[in-house]
C-alpha cells in the first residue's frame, strides 16, 4: 500500500520561502506521477504541479515562477519550494500519487501552512 | 473561484438518495475522466469514484458516479448519517494540462 507523509513548517512570514517534503512508502518514486495539491477555504482546492515518472515536471501558471520541485530518488522524496510567500497561500499542501486516468489515488495526510507576521 | 462547479452543499434524510452535480467545459470534464473524492473535514480526500462510475475497493455501491457532456453527477442512495461529508469532483484540464477541481458540496444527512 502506498503511503506519502508531508514534512515541513507549519508557520512562515510573508516574503520567505516554503520548503515542504513528501516522503513516498511503498512505491518507488519513478514508477509513477506524483502531484501537488492545497486547500485553502477561499480558494478551495487548486493544483500546484505534478511530477511525472519520466522526470518530467507540471506547474500550474498560477505558481510560477515562485514554485520549483526537487525529486530525490535515493530518498524516495519530493520537496516542493514556494518562494515569496504571502498571506494568500495560507493553506493545507498536500501531495498525491498521480494515477493519470484513474485520478489522484492515494493522498498524504496533508500539512497546514500559515503565513502570518 | 474552482474551475468546476458544484453546489456548496445538498442535504437529506436517513434513506433518502442525494445528487451531487459537477459542471466544466470541453477541455475538462467533455474531454477527461471524473473522479468524486469524499472528505472528512480535517482529513485527507478518499476516492470515491474514478474514471466517471467505477467505485474504489471497499467503497459501498449505494454511491454511483455519471458522466454526460461537460457535466458529472454523484448520486448517493439509501443516505446514512456516516455520508456526512464533504465531496468534490476532479478533471484532469486540457488547456491547463493540470488537474482542476470543484469548490465542494458538504452533504449533511
Known amino acids: 500500500q502506498v503511503q506519502l507523509q508531508e514534512s515541513g513548517p507549519g508557520q512562515l512570514k510573508p516574503s520567505e520561502t516554503l520548503a515542504l517534503t513528501c516522503h513516498i512508502s511503498?512505491?518507488?518514486?519513478?514508477?509513477?506521477?506524483w502531484t501537488w495539491v492545497r486547500q485553502s477555504p477561499g480558494k478551495g482546492l487548486e493544483w500546484i504541479g505534478s511530477?511525472?515518472?519520466?522526470?518530467?515536471?507540471s506547474y500550474n501558471p498560477s505558481f510560477q515562477p515562485r514554485v520549483t520541485f526537487l525529486i530525490d530518488i535515493p530518498k524516495n522524496q519530493i520537496t516542493l519550494t514556494l518562494v515569496s510567500m504571502t498571506l494568500g497561500d495560507s493553506a493545507v499542501y498536500y501531495c498525491?500519487?498521480?494515477?493519470?486516468?484513474?485520478?489522484?489515488?492515494?493522498w498524504g495526510q496533508g500539512v497546514q501552512v500559515t503565513v502570518s507576521s | 473561484q474552482s474551475i468546476l462547479t458544484q453546489p456548496p452543499s445538498v442535504s437529506g434524510t436517513p434513506g433518502q438518495t442525494v445528487t451531487i452535480s459537477c459542471s466544466g467545459d470541453?477541455?475538462?470534464?467533455?474531454?477527461?475522466?471524473v473522479h468524486w473524492y469524499r472528505q472528512v473535514p480535517g482529513t485527507a480526500p478518499k476516492a470515491v469514484i474514478y474514471?466517471?462510475?467505477q467505485r474504489p475497493s471497499g467503497v459501498p455501491d449505494r454511491l454511483s458516479g455519471s458522466k454526460s457532456g461537460t457535466s458529472a453527477s454523484l448520486t448517493i442512495s439509501g443516505l446514512q448519517s456516516e455520508d456526512e461529508a464533504d465531496y468534490f469532483c476532479?478533471?484532469?484540464?486540457?488547456?491547463?494540462?493540470?488537474?482542476?477541481f470543484g469548490g465542494g458540496t458538504t452533504l449533511t444527512v
Open positions: 498525491a500519487r498521480d494515477s493519470g486516468p484513474s485520478g489522484l489515488t492515494d
Open positions: 511503498g512505491a518507488f518514486i519513478s514508477s509513477s506521477y
Open positions: 511530477v511525472f515518472s519520466s522526470g518530467s515536471l
Open positions: 470541453r477541455s475538462n470534464i467533455g474531454d477527461h475522466s
Open positions: 474514471l466517471d462510475t
Open positions: 476532479a478533471t484532469w484540464d486540457g488547456g491547463l494540462s493540470g488537474w482542476v
